[in-house]
T-cell receptor
């Protein structure tokens, strides 16, 4: 079935560092969504992207909708401890606007 | 805005019992609600999609008689896990959306079957 591939699977960084992660697909997506999930909680929507090339920021987070429509990236600047969690990309698979599928997530760890 | 409440947050029960989980959109009317299951260290897997007043659409491999979904109003959907067994233990998460807006998620229900 359709898959979203997230990279890297996990990251270990120092507080204050910038973070970059991406999400790719073999098919074209018309919408890219980035969610963050804290342990034991549901995902929270961070950024939604609807147009190829679109660059959108939400505080220290910036996400871009790739020109090819087959990828998206999420950057976090000046990471802080509360950034720890799992970041998921998601989007409606081709021909199915009635649901979204999720990538496997990027786990962000911040070293003390 | 866009708050989705899920209840209970945690339930432990004996094998063979049925468990009901509620999902409510608190500040908007949800035209569609979704139910997901998430196993430890894995991604969210869609189980079913429900629209108010109509039967739920289940994903391939999800037993509709095992996971009963009711979407009685624009703000409430329930998932009942019937005759639950240990392999049904998981984190169940609902989400709700209005029209083509992105889904907003509840905080999940951790189900443990003994």
């Amino acid at each position: 079935g359709q898959q979203l591939n997230q990279s890297p699977q996990s990251m270990f960084i120092q507080e204050g560092e910038d973070v970059s992660m991406n999400c790719t697909s073999s098919s074209i997506f018309n919408t890219w969504l980035w969610y963050k999930q804290d342990p034991g909680e549901g995902p929270v929507l961070l950024i939604a992207l609807y147009k190829a090339g679109e660059l959108t920021s939400n505080g220290r987070l910036t996400a871009q909708f790739g020109i090819t429509r087959k990828d998206s990236f999420l950057n976090i600047s000046a990471s802080i401890p509360s950034d720890v969690g799992i970041y998921f990309c998601a989007g409606p698979p081709p021909g199915r606007d009635d649901k979204i599928i999720f990538g496997k997530g990027t786990r962000l760890h911040i070293l003390p | 805005g866009a708050v989705v409440s899920q209840h209970p947050s945690w339930v432990i029960c004996k094998s063979g019992t049925s468990v009901k989980i509620e999902c409510r959109s608190l500040d908007f009317q949800a035209t569609t609600m979704f139910w997901y299951r998430q196993f430890p260290k894995q991604s969210l897997m869609l189980m079913a999609t429900s629209n108010e007043g109509s039967k739920a659409t289940y994903e391939q491999g999800v037993e509709k008689d095992k996971f009963l979904i009711n979407h009685a109003s624009l703000t409430l959907s329930t998932l009942t896990v019937t005759s639950a067994h240990p392999e049904d233990s998981s984190f169940y998460i609902c989400s709700a959306s209005y029209g083509n807006q992105p889904q907003h998620f509840g905080d999940g229900t951790r189900l443990s079957i003994l």
